[in-house]
């Protein structure tokens, strides 16, 4: 497909996206910015979070993953599960009791201001973060197949694609991605099936073909339970899965304020368990894709991408779909599935950074009505350009998957948030809240430590995702060290 037909069918996704944010922009208050007005129908919040929990890294990476890992990630997946059941059940009646915009508030009211600025910080480091992951696949993408052939530098890509997102959410924000999220999901989701569809024609297989061949065993193992020094390691995998979902659901900002505009707790806890169903099948899909992609390239001879001479299995989906010539339909919904999938996590992303930033840090309900717009709209373009600039270097460092990078960063900087969480939840406990700081650095610092040193000091083990469990539990062991005598009441 030529890049500027691609470039066209951007540009008219995009203009559907500023379309939706003009007919939910009743008014372009803080208020609407960061909750919504509270009134997000909870069926719209969970088939869009769909998308905003899938995002570009699992349209691309995860079938990308299969050839290393094969079918490993649903032990994750089925962690992920239980793990929203903890979110609806434990979390969200405790944020709609205290009412919050802000999800850190919590910890304000429950230790101090230190503990919900170390909070809100590291939300801010891991969403940032994690929305780079994201863009950054997406962007090397569009740059890879559309821009480079025009002679167009990577840099210049990514500040379009962030300029975008910025422009369809800067003014109704949460409102508006409520909506946009649940556009995106059906164009990503339509793709992945698409794309099955077409590529089973073109081997001339059905799904009964294609589940009793020999290719398809060779990527679809599930479970790993032989060797607990794996990493895939059924154990290791299911309930780092499960902590991961907690704090990367329950503790993130970014997901849970799309929870908190709903109208009351029992609609926001469908919305989560009805996620949590929903992607067992669609991860399913995903994995399903990534054999179907590999089996394909091994029989016509599609060679997986090579960039800056390390082998990229997260281009293999975008090579066949856009430079195999099957046919103009897969390019198209490709393209519509790769944007979707990515814009879905960074709109939502540069929101939540934005209301976390204002209501944590800078704490802009104290200051003057007349000021607090304009300085919401500051930080939006200041979160914009941050991102930016992280991606850009990601581009210059980023060797391995994408997503397993990503969950391996979740485990040092969403630890913390484990910690701070589980002890103001499950003890009554008052702290010394100046030293939770210290505490939450600390615990980063010892959890690399012991994952660099594990082979030698633990007989060869090999910590995965639940990594970000002992992170979690040194944590609430340094917290415990900062507690008062007094308990509360």
Excluded at 98 to 110: C, M
Excluded at 112 to 138: C, E, M, Q
Excluded at 170 to 198: C, E, H, P, R, Y
Aim: glycine fraction near 6%; include cysteine; aromatic fraction near 16%.
């Amino acid at each position: 497909m030529e890049p500027i037909y691609i470039l066209l069918l951007i540009g008219c996704y995009f203009l559907a996206l500023i379309g939706i944010s003009y007919l939910t922009r009743t008014n372009d208050s803080n208020k609407t910015f960061f909750t919504g007005d509270k009134k997000s129908p909870w069926y719209i919040v969970a088939f869009g979070m769909i998308g905003a929990s899938l995002s570009g890294v699992t349209f691309i990476s995860v079938p990308g993953w299969v050839q290393s890992s094969q079918f490993s990630y649903m032990q994750i997946v089925l962690g992920y599960f239980f793990g929203y059941i903890v979110i609806a059940y434990l979390l969200i009646p405790l944020y709609y009791r205290l009412n919050i915009t802000s999800i850190y508030e919590f910890l304000a009211g429950r230790f101090g201001k230190t503990s919900h600025k170390t909070g809100a910080f590291f939300f801010f480091i891991s969403r940032i973060l994690g929305a780079a992951f994201r863009l950054f696949l997406v962007a090397s993408v569009l740059h890879h197949f559309i821009f480079k052939a025009w002679g167009i530098p990577f840099e210049l890509t990514v500040i379009l694609s962030v300029f975008f997102v910025w422009l369809y959410t800067k003014s109704a924000g949460i409102k508006t991605i409520v909506w946009t999220d649940t556009l995106q999901t059906f164009f990503m989701i339509g793709a992945v099936v698409v794309t099955l569809f077409i590529l089973l024609h073109e081997l001339q297989w059905s799904f009964a073909d294609l589940f009793s061949s020999i290719e398809f065993e060779t990527y679809s193992r599930m479970i790993f339970t032989e060797d607990l020094n794996d990493k895939k390691h059924l154990i290791k995998s299911f309930f780092g899965g499960m902590f991961i979902a907690i704090a990367m659901t329950g503790l993130d900002q970014d997901m849970m304020q799309k929870n908190l505009t709903c109208k009351n707790t029992k609609e926001s806890q469908w919305n989560v368990i009805s996620l949590g169903v929903v992607l067992i099948f669609i991860n399913a899909i995903f994995l399903i894709l990534g054999a179907v992609l590999f089996i394909y390239a091994e029989k016509n001879g599609i060679q997986i991408p090579v960039v800056n001479g390390s082998i990229k299995t997260d281009l293999l989906y975008p090579e066949i779909a856009l430079n195999s010539q099957i046919s103009v339909l897969l390019s198209i919904v490709f393209i519509l599935g790769l944007i979707a999938a990515a814009f879905s996590s960074a709109d939502s992303a540069l929101t939540s950074l934005t209301t976390s930033f204002c209501i944590d840090i800078i704490e802009i309900k104290n200051k003057e009505e007349s000021l607090q717009k304009s300085t919401r709209k500051k930080v939006h373009i200041g979160v914009s350009i941050l991102l930016v600039l992280i991606i850009i270097v990601f581009n210059q460092f980023l060797k391995s998957n994408v997503i397993s990078s990503l969950l391996q960063i979740a485990s040092y900087t969403y630890g913390p948030l484990l910690g701070l969480f589980a002890f103001g939840i499950f003890t009554k406990h008052k702290i010394w809240d100046k030293g939770v700081l210290v505490v939450s650095i600390a615990s980063v610092l010892l959890t690399y430590i012991i994952n660099d040193h594990s082979k030698a000091w633990f007989d060869g083990y090999v910590f995965g995702y639940e990594l970000l469990i002992l992170n979690g539990l040194i944590s609430f062991i340094g917290l415990y060290l900062l507690k008062k005598r007094k308990k509360i009441n």
